[in-house]
Nanobody, 120 residues
Framework: QVQLVESGGDLVQAGGSLRLSCAASGSIVSINVMGWYRQAPGKQRELVAIIIGGSTNYADSVKGRFTISTDNANNTVYLQMSSLKPEDTAVYYC???????????????WGQGTQVTVSS
């Protein structure tokens, strides 16, 4: 069994900062990718940031404001968000490609989501 648990979502004023965390736990052999997605009301889920083998990629809308990082020893991914805007309001989901004990290859796992609300 593998679980992703996010934390850190909150209500914050525009211009503020938040740090999201996502910890993967369970029978994990390896993780090859970790990322953050978000879904605003009435919109499709979109990629925010992703990290693969130390290389990062960001959505254009968050470049220069958000930073993704990992603590590989603890299977944890972070999203540092700064200069937040009302349009960043969404449920943020953690995603990871994980090979579990007894499994074949890497499979995608999702967290339950954490709400980020940015007030103007």
């Amino acid at each position: 069994q593998v679980q992703l648990v996010e934390s850190g979502g909150d209500l914050v004023q525009a211009g503020g900062s938040l740090r999201l965390s996502c910890a993967a736990s369970g029978s994990i052999v390896s993780i090859n990718v970790m990322g953050w997605y978000r879904q605003a009301p009435g919109k499709q889920r979109e990629l925010v940031a992703i990290i693969i083998g130390g290389s990062t990629n960001y959505a254009d809308s968050v470049k220069g404001r958000f930073t993704i990082s990992t603590d590989n020893a603890n299977n944890t991914v972070y999203l540092q968000m700064s200069s937040l805007k009302p349009e960043d309001t969404a449920v943020y989901y953690c995603n990871a490609g994980i090979m579990r004990v007894g499994g074949r290859g890497f499979n995608a796992y999702w967290g339950q989501g954490t709400q980020v609300t940015v007030s103007s």
